[in-house]
């Protein structure tokens, strides 16, 4: 029997209509029916977040941003239970595999963490892993577009080993190929269409169309954009990144084989791997040597067809808690899961706090604005402000705010990394000030 709270009912508009899990259970767990199950088109759209640039402006409490874009395509509702059924069984399976060859701790995103580990546990092991060496080389590399770029047929053997099979099964076949040779129709050109999700659920309409036989009709009409290289799969489906971490089970376990040979360490976060060599343990390893242990590790990545991102890699040297950016010959720092170290000391990346005054900023000027139009007595959107960024939203649900993740960050990297200083709360330290002078009022708990 499935667990059911796995599969949540999903609140966006698709082609189909919102259905259950528990009603679709018998469906989803039948191979034969899967093997014939026509998937529909995902919808595609792209996905805005923001990159701090430049300097801060004097006159704001925050840095000037750009946006950067990232495709997301999401698959219907029945068809999102099905990835998410197989993305269950195949995780397993790697899961199984990567302890089996003793790479399990190289990869470590998307894993069924029964410990509650997140990125910040996996950045302070690093980092304290680093500074426990007191001297050791630090390589760093990033994948380019790397969902965008995966091999179809390397991806399929992958697949294939993992499931311990010479054949995918038909329904692992139907499921691959769902995924692979996908189509998809710009979430832009529905709207247009139909209206905004917002504009349909106001109507109680959850569903672009009201029969299926409408939807194919416009399929006819309106042909579909596909994936026709033989490469790429879509981010953002329930399978997306458990494919991700099994198309690179050779390049684990390779990397990790290099690591080693120089009692050294290796991890791999989606996209973003790192590699430690200790020097106490290689006392007769040099810059060169690192260099060429860089220049194999970019050779496995060709070999899988992997792109490495020139402009996020480095090499590093850490001794006397300074790291020196090895190329340059001169101070620098690692940028590493959402973190900085210096070599001393820890901060989370620079733009996590200035996003979050940015974004308080934003909401209480539109407050303010809105209390001056409307002549209002008292400031409106007040809960949200107190939720959001403020202490007293802390322990709202399910995740807290950006003060819990702050507050997250600083205790775990007190007890994994004890040996660095950690700056995360020191980055917030006048949080409570800045919210108030913006608002004008001083915060009360009673204030909700």
Not at 306 to 314: F, L, P, R
Not at 360 to 381: H, M, T
């Amino acid at each position: 029997m499935l667990e059911y709270d796995k599969y949540p009912m999903k609140k966006y508009i698709h082609f189909d209509r919102r259905v259950r899990i528990e009603k679709k259970e018998s469906y989803l767990t039948n191979r034969n029916r899967i093997a014939l199950h026509s998937f529909l088109p995902f919808i595609h759209y792209k996905d805005s977040f923001d990159r701090n640039i430049g300097q801060k402006n004097p006159d704001m409490d925050y840095r000037p941003i750009k946006n950067k874009n990232r495709d997301i395509m999401y698959a219907g509702h029945l068809d999102n239970y099905i990835f998410k059924f197989y993305a269950e069984k195949l995780n397993c399976e790697y899961n199984s595999w990567t302890s089996s060859n003793q790479i399990d701790e190289c990869s470590i995103a998307y894993r069924d963490n029964k410990d509650g580990s997140s990125n910040i546990e996996f950045a302070a092991e690093i980092i304290n892993s680093i500074v426990q060496h007191e001297e050791a080389y630090i390589i760093v590399g990033d994948f380019t577009k790397y969902f965008d770029y995966l091999n179809h047929k390397i991806l399929k053997e992958r697949v294939k080993t993992v499931l311990k099979t010479s054949l995918l099964e038909e329904d692992w076949y139907n499921v691959f190929r769902s995924v692979t040779k996908y189509g998809y129709y710009e979430k832009s050109f529905l709207e247009k269409k139909f209206g905004s999700d917002r504009f349909l659920r106001s109507k109680g309409t959850y569903s672009y169309f009201k029969q299926f036989k409408d939807f194919r009709a416009f399929q006819r009409e309106y042909k579909c954009e596909k994936n026709l290289d033989n490469y790429g799969i879509p981010q953002g489906t329930a399978i997306s990144a458990v494919l991700a971490n099994v198309y690179s089970i050779n390049f684990d376990k390779e990397v990790q084989q290099i690591a080693k040979h120089y009692s050294g360490l290796y991890r791999r976060y989606s996209d973003d791997y790192i590699i430690v060599i200790p020097k106490k343990h290689n006392n007769d390893t040099t810059i060169a040597q690192i260099k060429e242990i860089d220049k194999q590790v970019r050779r496995l990545a060709e070999k899988d067809k992997i792109i490495i991102q020139e402009e996020k890699t480095g090499l590093f040297e850490y001794s006397n808690e300074i790291l020196t950016d090895i190329e340059e010959n001169k101070e620098s720092h690692l940028d590493y899961l959402g973190f900085v170290f210096d070599g001393a000391n820890v901060q989370m990346r620079g733009k996590s706090p200035y996003k979050f005054y940015r974004k308080a900023n934003q909401l209480i000027d539109k407050a303010i604005s809105v209390k001056e139009k409307k002549k209002l007595d008292k400031i409106p959107y007040r809960k949200s402000i107190y939720s959001q960024y403020t202490d007293l939203g802390t322990e709202r649900k399910p995740y807290g705010n950006f003060i819990t993740y702050a507050k997250k960050a600083q205790n775990s990297f007190d007890k994994i990394s004890p040996k660095t200083n950690n700056l995360m709360m020191q980055q917030i330290k006048n949080r409570k000030k800045k919210i108030e002078k913006k608002l004008g009022i001083r915060i009360h708990s009673k204030s909700f």
